[in-house]
């Protein structure tokens, strides 16, 4: 143990956070990165492999139906029962800005926890002191995702309703299966996140191994966030 | 110990170039105006007939994720090494999904 160290130690005692400061130095490698940071990013790149391959199925399919409902336009089944167009650009827009919204809320409960510890200034107004608290970012992520997920259930819902499963036909084999998996992905994401709260509230959420926590966190929210982006584009407004 | 400084050094530099709170709020405030211009675009059938409208909306979608993964994932001031992976493995997950359209015959030259 060098003396630095060993005085790290020795503080520690009086602030807990500034010993596992100290501590967090074991965790880099000969790249001067934190490993950890460098196997989510290495997961997020086999993500991206993951839902490029579900959104080509989707694509490969598009147009393949051979009965509906479909996706843009309507569709006349053989008894005369007419089904109109199935997907809901408005509230998939409305769920779009919910998920934008929760990336934004989330890099703000990263900022919040970087700056815990640092002074702020007394003439600091509400938004200063709003941009702080960390349990409220992360508690507007976690409820944002939450919204977004009811979106989801509302549209699957609504969809088999008006005769559209995952057995139906190829779009709803393949929507089904993609925005699937996205949803199931933002589910993780909101657990984590309510762990996250959870352990903030516990004990606080400070210091440099902290950060990293919802670094990983934050890193894994906005993955789910852009794939979503390209998602809304490809499936809901390119006809 | 000068690794450690240095790695230090590189977390600070990182750090000090991050986006304040108010730069986040600018950069949600233009993907919600993209959104918007998207979704606006989706109910003018002129624009919907044109030819440029698939392009535009996947420059728009493009945009945005640049956006997020540029400053909301902060790859613009991190380590080279996570802008490699990342962009990397995208590379590979788009030659991915072009080489599929043209194998089964969605997209021809």
């Known amino acids: 143990m060098t003396a630095q160290t060993a005085a790290a130690h020795a503080q520690g005692h009086a602030h807990g956070h500034d010993a596992h400061d100290a501590h967090e130095h074991h965790h880099y490698t000969t790249t001067g990165l934190d490993n950890r940071k460098v196997a989510v990013w290495t997961f997020i790149g086999s993500e991206c492999m993951l839902f490029a391959s579900l959104i080509s199925t989707y694509l490969i399919y598009k147009g393949k139906s051979v009965i509906g409902p479909f996706p843009h336009t309507e569709w006349t089944d053989p008894a005369g029962k007419v089904y109109k167009a199935i997907l809901d650009i408005p509230v998939t827009s409305a769920s779009t800005f919910v998920l934008l919204m929760s990336s934004f809320a989330m890099v703000l409960a990263l900022q919040a926890v970087q700056l815990k510890g640092k002074p702020l200034a007394p003439t600091a107004g509400w938004w200063e002191r709003l941009q702080r608290s960390s349990q409220f970012w992360l508690l507007a992520t976690a409820l944002l995702g939450t919204v977004f997920l009811g979106f989801q259930s509302y549209e699957f819902t609504s969809f088999v309703h008006e005769g559209l499963t995952i057995k139906t036909n190829l779009f709803g084999s393949t929507f089904f299966t993609l925005t699937g998996f996205h949803g199931a992905h933002v589910t993780v994401g909101v657990l984590w996140l309510m762990s996250l709260l959870w352990i903030d509230r516990s004990r606080g959420l400070a210091g440099k191994n902290d950060e990293l926590l919802v670094d990983i966190c934050a890193l894994y929210w906005h993955f789910v966030d852009v794939v979503w982006i390209a998602i809304f584009t490809l499936i809901y407004l390119i006809k | ?109």
Request: glycine share 2%.
């Open chain 2, 1 to 109: 110990m000068s690794h450690d400084s240095h790695a230090g050094a590189h977390a600070a530099h990182a750090e000090h170039h991050h986006p304040t709170g108010n730069q986040y709020a600018v950069i949600a405030l233009i993907l919600t105006v993209i959104t918007v211009v998207e979704v606006w675009a989706y109910y003018i059938p002129a624009l919907v007939a044109s030819p440029m409208f698939n392009p535009a909306l996947i420059v728009m979608s493009a945009a945005k994720f640049a956006i997020v993964v540029l400053f909301y994932m902060h790859l613009k001031f991190d380590s080279r090494l996570f802008r490699v992976i990342f962009t990397g493995s995208l590379i590979v997950a788009m030659c991915t999904i072009v080489a599929l359209l043209f194998l089964f015959h969605k997209l021809s030259l």
